[in-house]
T-cell receptor, first 112, second 111 residues
Framework: DAKTTQPNSMESNEEEPVHLPCNHS???????IHWYRQLPSQGPEYVIH???SNVNNRMASLAIAEDRKSSTLILHRATLRDAAVYYC?????????????FGKGTSLLVTP | KAGVTQTPRYLIKTRGQQVTLSCSPI?????VSWYQQTPGQGLQFLFE???????NKGNFPGRFSGRQFSNSRSEMNVSTLELGDSALYLC??????????FGSGTRLTVV
């Protein structure tokens, strides 16, 4: 499986934008890029996913580099509720299901 | 709509016993996956079921097993419990698309 590399931790001020980076230099052409987050004492939560083009939803934006070797999850205005561990995960484009390889993720601290 | 429901929320078992955990996916979701989360190993994939068939399996010993019923509900079983099996067990369901919805988990403590 292709690997991802994320910083162990990041810190942001409340109401500021947050850019969470992810490197995936060995990504294959059919790998999807997923982001999940896990708030304290909860199960992981789907945030966003994409293949080649940038994606937006109500939670966040996903910016994918043109060569697809890196991506950035953008939280436009961080709130205290966004403090969580954020996971960048690659999955194969498989019709037979897929496993999420969570890795260590980035622990995001949001300060008032 | 109701989310992914896992029962029980907490469980204490003795070494050598077996345990069965239950997961009810979101209505209409046919894919159910199980994960184990521990402080040391993080989140690790156990197995995934779709239409009562196991499609993918993680790197866990045969003591860990699962099944899925015709209504998509799933159970996982751990036999001959060891202290190291103490963990949060998470279930996730999907419509078959790209996003999984996770339950709140079952916290298993083996003493």
């Amino acid at each position: 499986d292709a690997k991802t590399t994320q910083p162990n931790s990041m810190e942001s001020n409340e109401e500021e934008p947050v850019h969470l980076p992810c490197n995936h230099s060995t990504i294959s052409g059919t790998d999807y890029i997923h982001w999940y987050r896990q708030l304290p004492s909860q199960g992981p939560e789907y945030v966003i996913h994409g293949l080649t083009s940038n994606v937006n939803n109500r939670m966040a934006s996903l910016a994918i580099a043109e060569d697809r070797k890196s991506s950035t999850l953008i939280l436009h205005r961080a709130t205290l509720r966004d403090a969580a561990v954020y996971y960048c995960i690659l999955t194969e484009n498989s019709n037979s299901g897929y496993a999420l390889n969570f890795g260590k993720g980035t622990s995001l601290l949001v300060t008032p | 709509k109701a989310g992914v429901t896992q029962t029980p929320r907490y469980l204490i078992k003795t070494r050598g016993q077996q345990v069965t955990l239950s997961c009810s996916p979101i209505s209409g979701h046919r894919s159910v996956s199980w994960y184990q989360q521990t402080p040391g190993q993080g989140l690790q994939f156990l197995f995934e079921y779709f239409s009562e068939t196991q499609r993918n399996k993680g790197n866990f010993p045969g003591r860990f097993s699962g099944r899925q019923f015709s209504n998509s509900r799933s159970e996982m079983n751990v036999s001959t419990l060891e202290l190291g099996d103490s963990a949060l067990y998470l279930c996730a369901s999907s419509l078959g698309g790209r996003g999984y919805t996770f339950g709140s988990g079952t916290r298993l403590t083996v003493v």
